[in-house]
């Protein structure tokens, strides 16, 4: 059974299909876009290793002729010599204006190829098939593209929404537990922001999901991208809402640049670090219960996942170092940090007043603990 998520966006409005073996009907599910029958598709090698030939195969049951461009895996990619690649390969192609593109890929891929297709011609449609958790229920969702220059990540990019997202849950199966992990760190965010039984639900059903749970696993993308798509239909553009989605992030970056983007530490695993870092920072404020920070870290740790600053390896800056690490996000608004906190779990909110000395504390409270 095949569910549908819309992303209310007026004329840029479209649905996100998730469910099993979505991949091997791709033709059916991408043929009412086509105004000819042939898409070009960028991917990564490992993913077009597993998974191109089925793309193929079920796009030319629909009589859909695909080229492909299969790129190195990995964050390295997300930057200006890939991108050049392949906006010229789109060229060479001869993508035309009403053409669509299509993303088999992690969020490296999503983010690039959606980049590509906002510039390529001043634009042509895409459509997101996300392959890894972190891709199904965050990165393909939303119409966030871009890429990383030597000044940072994610500097240089344009909002672009896809045409339509499929997320085939089967697909999940070829992806390592970590990467595997590291996307259920996205999931739990969703939970902790805004949906207090998806939680609950969550802590009930994440072992059997990880373990691959068919039916937990749909659900949890479902409900996942049902809340993004909420959420970037009040706030497409990150005007307010929007940075609901942020929740643990201004921690997360302090620590992937302190580990420089290097696979010490992958972005869902520092989300949810962070998620639970501004959980803590909560509780100090007395905005949340004590209970809630445990609540969270006993879950992650049931999880397998990466809990705390001790399971980063190698050294970390200290606090007043990770304090200025955050200071160069670019969600700084006029020098001022905002911050995502809860007054429960669900119950995130945005806010620029947070003393300086609480993170310094929380943050020293945990560099402690390694
Ligand atoms: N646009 C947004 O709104 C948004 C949101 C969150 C993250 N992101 C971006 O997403 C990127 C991270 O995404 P990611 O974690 O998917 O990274 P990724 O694309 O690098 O994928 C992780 C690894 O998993 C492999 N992989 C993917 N699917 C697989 C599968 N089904 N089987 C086996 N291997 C598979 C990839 O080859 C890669 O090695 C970052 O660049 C981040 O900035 C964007």
Not at 271 to 289: D, M, T, Y
Request: aromatic share 6%; proline share 4%; with cysteine.
């Amino acid at each position: 059974m095949i569910e549908t998520v819309r992303v209310e966006l007026a004329e840029r409005a479209y649905d996100i299909q998730v469910g099993e073996g979505l991949l091997p009907r791709a033709g059916a599910l991408i043929a009412p876009y086509l105004h000819r029958s042939r898409v070009a598709v960028l991917t990564d090698e490992t993913v077009a290793g597993l998974h191109l030939d089925t793309l193929r195969e079920g796009l030319s049951a629909q009589g859909i002729a695909m080229s492909a461009l299969a790129l190195p895996p990995g964050e390295a990619t997300k930057g200006w010599p890939q991108f050049e690649r392949a906006v010229e390969w789109l060229l060479d192609e001869k993508v035309e204006r009403r053409d669509v593109v299509v993303a088999l890929g992690g969020g490296v891929i999503g983010d690039l190829a959606g980049f590509a297709a906002a510039v390529l011609r001043r634009g042509v449609r895409f459509v997101q098939i996300p392959t890894s958790l972190l891709a199904q229920v965050d990165s393909s969702v939303g119409g966030k593209t871009g890429i990383n220059t030597r000044h940072g990540k994610n500097l240089v990019g344009a909002f672009h929404q896809p045409a339509l997202v499929l997320c085939d849950t089967g697909i999940l199966s070829t992806l390592p537990e970590r990467d595997f992990l590291a996307g259920y760190g996205e999931v739990v965010k969703y939970g902790l922001l805004g949906d207090a039984a998806f939680f609950d639900w969550l802590e009930a059903e994440g072992p059997a999901l990880a373990r691959g749970d068919r039916q937990a696993r749909i659900r949890a993308v479902r409900r996942s991208c049902e809340m993004k798509a909420e959420i970037v239909a009040r706030d497409e553009t990150e005007q307010g809402d929007r940075a609901l989605l942020n929740l643990g992030h201004t921690f997360c970056h302090a620590l992937e640049a302190a580990t420089r983007y290097s696979d010490r530490l992958l972005h869902g695993e520092g989300v949810a670090i962070g998620c639970l870092l501004a959980f803590e920072l909560s509780a100090k404020l007395g905005l949340c219960p004590q209970e809630d920070p445990s609540r969270v870290a006993a879950h992650l740790r049931a999880m397998g996942m990466k809990t705390t600053l001790a399971d980063i390896p190698g050294d970390l800056p200290d606090a007043e170092a990770l304090l200025a690490l955050m200071g160069q996000d670019k969600k700084v608004v006029d020098g001022q940090l905002r911050f995502i906190l809860a007054r429960g779990i669900g119950q995130a909110f945005v806010t620029s007043e947070v003393p300086a000395e609480a993170v310094l504390s929380v943050l020293n409270a945990a560099l402690a603990r390694r």
